[in-house]
């Protein structure tokens, strides 16, 4: 690993001048101390963290997510993070991220100049230039609902989806239902590629039969529903599962357009329990995240991280909340089987 | 949940002597206590958690592990545990725990007449009679290398048999051999089922061919290695890779018994990088496990559970360490393919 000293031979200036630089001080020009930051990170520098642990700032990065209102799923993660965080006397700063901030400055330079200990990062997806930067990092790093291999100074944390899955589905299978629709959330995503998994085995297990045409992907955001509800239901779809409250939402919406009474016609289930799920009409069955449990966890393995426990992976318990947007299937229905 | 009020009304004695009961004090009988702790444990009564952490006693039971000497898988997971308990003003009590102790009394019962918080369960085997109970224990427990589903008072803790797998055989078709043997450990045990898989998949990502004849399993002693490795050679394997350090150095006695030289002839990859893997003839290349990082992340979570954090599990990276007992495939061999 790089030392201050080999930075300052590459190039050719005082160790003094290369600590400047790291630390920010004044006297010396932001074109330098950005060579110097840049050099750092190219040349594999880490700050000893133990040491450096005195400042006491961590950054909370997010993309993709809202989360400054309550009904919002990132906001109770962020509360969490921060609550936890705040509790051990850390600074958090709650920095949100574009993809021009991740074109005009890599990573762990970012890291690095701001004098963080660690990251949390949450919404970032498979594809943004940060998340390529993560393998290799010598950043502490916690990723929400995202997974870097190999590298020990990235930790995943997220809710347990092939459990949480399983749930809906076995509920669903209690209540007489055969033919199950779900519709996953985006494509190209941990989360996604999970729930997929884990439905197709869940269905396998309580001997179902899996259709194709029951099956589909969308943003999280109710418009998704539009796409799939009507070719379900002449399917013979008498369930929808979702990959998402807000998805389900649109569900709910899409079949009282359509002239179907939820649950009596179609059960439909969520997933994350979000504020409004309680509030809706019918209220709607689903599978909860603990999102302020998963911020308070965030905050523990980076920290674990920070003291050099190389945590790969956290997950969490999912729970299953029954509501009134499912019922028992409807004679009808299980008459046609 | 049931309260002291519901479990003196099942028995029909007083609020206070229930309280007695449970808290062991010395003026009611030791056969009444045990009939209101049992009654207590039925009920599904746990301990308002939050309130009893003044006790500040954790359980760290410990079955099939030998944990006393230095060169002992377990002696740095129970180290780590412990020191990290006792640097946040926990006691931890060590408890070897036999099939007779677990027939006599209940899990619950046992964690709760002795006052314990949570509890730390390294080395149970998935038939044992308190693995059993764990899927109802309403006592925050941890587990080493075990999974229950669906129960969030119970969280397990692990390396990542998958990543460590991969690294091994990644390592080993670096150097160019193709026909790799595996001596897994015990059937019947999470982690053996994970490298199991783990072994398959690496192979088939790594476009290597998976030979049945040169797959077996056994206890994690240097002994299992004499019911296979005279076969495998004889099969044409130039590498083995062990589920375990033990059984890693029964392979290498058993190939030096036969005339083979390790590496030049077949080269040997263990699991775990206990203390005496670097001083085996020749020196084990080996996938680390952070034993004294999972002591001490298994207190983390199980605090976090105590918290009410419903953590599921958490699994620490594995490490490749590069010695002596592997090398690139001999000529003669790479010659045959």
Same mark, same amino acid.
Do not use: C, Q, R, W
């Given at each position: 690993m790089a030392t201050i000293k080999d930075i300052a031979a590459r190039l050719g200036v005082s160790i003094s001048t290369v600590s400047k630089g790291l630390n920010g001080a004044s006297d010396i020009s932001e074109e330098l101390r950005q060579t110097v930051l840049d050099t750092a990170v190219e040349m594999g520098y880490s700050t000893k963290r133990s040491r450096k642990v005195e400042n006491r700032k961590l950054a909370l990065f997010i993309e993709?997510? *809202?989360?400054? /209102?309550?009904?919002?799923?990132?906001y109770d993660v962020v509360l969490g993070f921060k609550q936890n965080a705040f509790k051990h006397k850390w600074d958090v700063d709650i920095i949100p991220v574009t993809p021009q901030l991740q074109a005009e400055e890599k990573y762990d330079t970012y890291i690095l100049k701001n004098g963080y200990c660690g990251a949390f990062l949450v919404g970032?997806?498979?594809?943004?230039e940060w998340m390529q930067q993560l393998? *290799?990092?010598?950043m502490p790093t916690v990723l929400f609902d995202n997974y870097i291999e190999n590298n020990p100074n990235v930790a995943y944390v997220g809710t347990d989806s092939y459990e949480g899955i399983d749930m809906a589905v076995k509920h669903l299978h209690n209540l007489g239902h055969k033919k199950i629709a779900f519709i996953n959330g985006s494509l190209f995503s941990l989360v996604s590629d999970q729930r997929q998994e884990a439905f197709e085995n869940s269905m396998r297990d309580a001997g179902l039969e899996i259709y194709p045409e029951l099956m589909g992907h969308g943003y999280y +955001?109710?418009?998704?529903a539009q796409y799939y509800v009507s070719n379900f239901i002449a399917a013979g779809a008498t369930a929808i599962l979702c990959g998402s409250d807000t998805i389900a939402k649109g569900v709910i919406s899409e079949c009282q357009l359509h002239?179907? *009474?939820?649950? *009596?016609?179609i059960s439909v289930v969520g997933f994350d329990d979000v504020k409004f799920a309680a509030a809706l009409t019918p209220p709607l069955t689903t599978i909860r995240q603990e999102r302020n449990d998963l911020g308070r966890c965030a905050y523990i393995i980076l920290n674990s991280l920070i003291h050099h +426990?190389?945590? /790969?992976r956290t997950q969490l318990r999912p729970m299953l909340i029954e509501r009134e947007s499912t019922a028992r299937v409807s004679t009808a229905h299980a008459a046609e089987e």
């Open positions: 993709n997510m *809202n989360y400054e /209102s309550i009904d919002e799923f990132g970032f997806a498979l594809h943004d393998k *290799n990092t010598t +955001i109710p418009e998704t002239g179907f *009474n939820v649950p *009596n016609d +426990i190389p945590i /790969s």
